[in-house]
């Protein structure tokens, strides 16, 4: 284990920047902590912190100037791999035929700073979607295997986390090029870090690093158990599969359908949901169309609308849907959960359901099929 400073945290991003990677990290943008480009640490949401709680978010100033004393914003990474909108190939008429175009193009080679452990196993379970026996898209691999991640692990946990009941944090265990824990203490603001990778140490070695102390390190652990010690929320994830799959009748569906907008905020903050749609248009014309893809949701009713009728009409199918996707089929279809604990759907629910709450309704009902 190492420890750096801010200033060679800054160095990292340089280097990061010279070496041709476009740095993305948490900035702050309309009242939340975001992911975009940065180009230096002055960027970062030094002295931000957020609170967090179903149906609610904002940001808080700390009292100290923490650059990564906040949890989980409302974006993910997935907006830089999967990105929300994308043109897939365009054609043109050539002659009584016509011609097409695949984007040309430079795929983004990315440095990504501030990756919390939940959103790496995201990217972990959105590996097995986007790259499988199946199906490979080439546009999510080609800007996978570029990728540079430096983790952060989370030294506090919003009232909306899980992950240590999903197993997927709070500490970043592998899956980084380089990890950081930031401490500030009476021995003043420093990142305790460690390398996973040889990009990892190759940067290192470029940066004026310093052997952690025992007691340093210590203080980085520390402040991690503090992270899961404060967990409030938790999900009983045994025999979950079998629970909501034996369970699709369950009265506790209708309830829910009572107070969901169908208005996919669950769905569009997830780290891991992956709907999409095409979308083909036509200009004027007529010699020139294009293909886009688009993130949808299972929530949006013309997302099961199909040649003969639509299979998914009310609310209640599409919340059942979508958590027993999440939380079962999910483990059928990429052998793992498809939920990392993050709590994004809990906070951005504009009425505020929990899927932890829902799934012990269903768990602790007298109307339960085991
Ligand atoms: S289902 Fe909710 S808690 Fe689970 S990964 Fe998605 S947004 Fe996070
Ligand atoms: S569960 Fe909440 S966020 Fe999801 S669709 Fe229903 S109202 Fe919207």
Same mark, same amino acid.
């Given at each position: 284990? +190492?420890? %750096?400073?801010? *200033?060679?945290? /800054?160095?990292? %991003?340089? %280097?990061?920047? =010279?070496?041709?990677?476009?740095?993305?990290?948490?900035?702050? =943008?309309?009242?939340?902590?975001?992911?975009?480009?940065?180009?230096?640490?002055?960027?970062?949401?030094?002295?931000?912190?957020?609170?967090?709680?179903?149906?609610?978010?904002?940001?808080? +100033?700390?009292?100290?100037?923490?650059?990564?004393?906040?949890?989980?914003?409302?974006?993910?990474?997935?907006?830089?791999?999967?990105?929300?909108?994308?043109?897939?190939?365009?054609?043109?008429?050539?002659?009584?035929?016509?011609?097409?175009? $695949?984007?040309?193009?430079?795929?983004?080679?990315?440095?990504?700073?501030?990756?919390?452990?939940?959103?790496?196993?995201?990217?972990? &379970?959105? /590996?097995?979607?986007?790259?499988? !026996?199946?199906?490979?898209? *080439?546009?999510?691999?080609?800007?996978?295997?570029?990728?540079?991640?430096?983790?952060?692990?989370?030294?506090?946990?919003?009232?909306?986390?899980?992950?240590?009941?999903? +197993?997927?944090?709070? #500490?970043?265990?592998?899956?980084?090029? &380089?990890?950081?824990?930031?401490?500030?203490? =009476?021995?003043?603001?420093?990142?305790?870090? /460690?390398?996973?990778?040889?990009?990892? #140490?190759?940067?290192?070695?470029?940066? /004026?690093?310093? @052997?952690?102390? !025992?007691?340093?390190?210590?203080?980085?652990?520390?402040?991690?158990?503090?992270?899961?010690?404060?967990?409030?929320?938790?999900?009983?994830?045994?025999?979950? +599969?079998?629970?909501?799959?034996?369970? $699709?009748? $369950?009265?506790?569906?209708?309830? @829910?359908?009572?107070?969901?907008l169908s208005c996919a905020n669950c769905t569009l903050v997830c780290p891991t949901c992956f709907c999409h749609t095409m979308e083909d248009t036509t200009d004027l014309t007529g010699d020139h169309t294009e293909r886009w893809r688009r993130w949808d949701s299972c929530?949006?009713?013309?997302?099961?609308?199909?040649?003969?009728?639509?299979?998914?009409?009310s609310p209640k199918a599409r919340y059942r849907q979508w958590m027993t996707h999440k939380l079962a089929s999910w483990i059928d279809q990429f052998g793992t959960s498809g939920c990392v604990g993050c709590g994004r759907c809990i906070s951005w629910c504009p009425v505020?359901? !929990? %899927?932890?709450?829902?799934?012990?309704?269903?768990?602790?009902?007298? =109307?339960?099929?085991?």
């Open positions: 284990m +190492k420890t %750096i400073d801010k *200033s060679n945290l /800054d160095k990292i %991003i340089g %280097i990061l920047k =010279k070496d041709g990677y476009t740095v993305i990290g948490p900035i702050v =943008k309309d009242g939340a902590i975001v992911y975009d480009e940065i180009e230096s640490i002055n960027d970062l949401p030094a002295g931000w912190g957020d609170e967090q709680e179903a149906g609610s978010y904002r940001l808080v +100033k700390r009292n100290d100037e923490s650059l990564f004393g906040y949890v989980v914003g409302p974006q993910s990474w997935k907006k830089f791999l999967f990105p929300q909108r994308m043109k897939l190939w365009e054609a043109g008429r050539d002659g009584r035929g016509f011609t097409i175009k $695949h984007s040309d193009e430079p795929v983004p080679k990315y440095a990504f700073l501030g990756v919390r452990s939940c959103e790496l196993k995201a990217i972990f &379970i959105q /590996d097995k979607v986007f790259n499988n !026996d199946l199906y490979t898209d *080439s546009y999510y691999n080609n800007v996978r295997n570029n990728i540079f991640i430096i983790s952060v692990n989370c030294t506090q946990a919003a009232s909306t986390c899980f992950c240590v009941s999903m +197993k997927s944090g709070p #500490k970043a265990k592998d899956g980084f090029d &380089i990890s950081l824990t930031e401490v500030i203490g =009476k021995d003043g603001h420093y990142f305790v870090l /460690d390398e996973s990778t040889e990009k990892g #140490k190759e940067l290192t070695a470029k940066l /004026d690093a310093e @052997i952690a102390t !025992d007691e340093q390190v210590k203080a980085a652990d520390t402040r991690v158990a503090s992270a899961e010690l404060g967990m409030k929320r938790s999900m009983n994830t045994a025999g979950i +599969k079998e629970l909501l799959y034996h369970n $699709h009748d $369950h009265p506790n569906w209708a309830e @829910i359908a009572t107070r969901c929530f949006s009713l013309d997302y099961s609308k199909v040649a003969g009728g639509n299979f998914r009409t505020g359901i !929990d %899927i932890t709450k829902e799934v012990e309704k269903i768990r602790n009902s007298p =109307k339960t099929k085991s």
